[in-house]
């Protein structure tokens, strides 16, 4: 259907009918949205990372590493390395790094030796 958003809805008859004026007085409630838009070269607003050998951790929500905004739903951040989260949040307005920081080293049980006591030998007889 040509009501349906994203489909193609034929040329731009032109004249008058085409012009701002007559369609902000002909249609006073119409609007656009643009999302996610971009100036450059094509090709130049993003950053492909070389490809890896071994794919980098992926985090659980709420752990350190990379992941989405507070609030947002955002995939593409999960296990990003902090080099590209950092440059998906400047340029993109993606992602959120998350600082590991130092972990506390986990106690480990300490085992103390068992020694035992002498026996006390039977007095020898010579």
Avoid: H
Wanted: hydrophobic share 20%.
């Amino acid at each position: 259907l040509e009501t349906e958003p994203g489909v193609k809805r034929g040329d731009c008859p032109g004249g008058i009918s085409s012009t701002p004026e007559y369609l902000r007085d002909a249609f006073p409630n119409g609007y656009v949205t643009f999302k996610n838009a971009a100036v450059g070269e094509i090709g130049s607003t993003l950053f492909t990372p070389p490809p890896t050998l071994t794919p980098p951790p992926t985090p659980a929500p709420g752990e350190c590493g990379c992941g989405p905004r507070d609030g947002m739903n955002q995939p593409e951040c999960i296990g990003q390395s902090e080099e590209r989260c950092n440059q998906m949040a400047t340029y993109e307005n993606k992602c959120k790094w998350t600082d590991c920081g130092t972990q506390p080293p986990t106690k480990t049980p300490t085992v103390r030796p068992t020694t035992k006591s002498p026996t006390p030998s039977a007095p020898t007889v010579s």
